[in-house]
């Protein structure tokens, strides 16, 4: 992750779960059997080069396992 997330994630929804999520294959495969879910959220986001943004980030979250996987789709403002 080339990116440090600093304080909580707001506005959290799930929009995808189980099949619907394309990488499930390789979510199993890497990480194990869970219910999947991919979600999203905002949060100030501090850069390599020492700038702080607000992003939309998304992520994949499955119970027992803990998230995985964040990246940055877009910055706000």
């Known amino acids: 992750m080339f990116f440090e997330i600093l304080g909580e994630l707001s506005s959290v929804e799930t929009f995808a779960i189980g099949k619907s999520i394309r990488e499930l294959p390789r979510l199993r495969k890497l990480y194990g059997r869970g219910r999947w879910r991919k979600r999203k959220g905002f949060a100030e986001v501090a850069l390599p080069n020492g700038t702080i943004r607000m992003a939309e980030i998304h992520w994949y979250e499955a119970s ?9 789709k877009h910055f706000v403002e």
Request: avoid cysteine; glycine fraction near 22%; proline fraction near 0%.
């Open 64 to 72: 027992g396992i803990g998230k995985k996987e964040f990246k940055i």
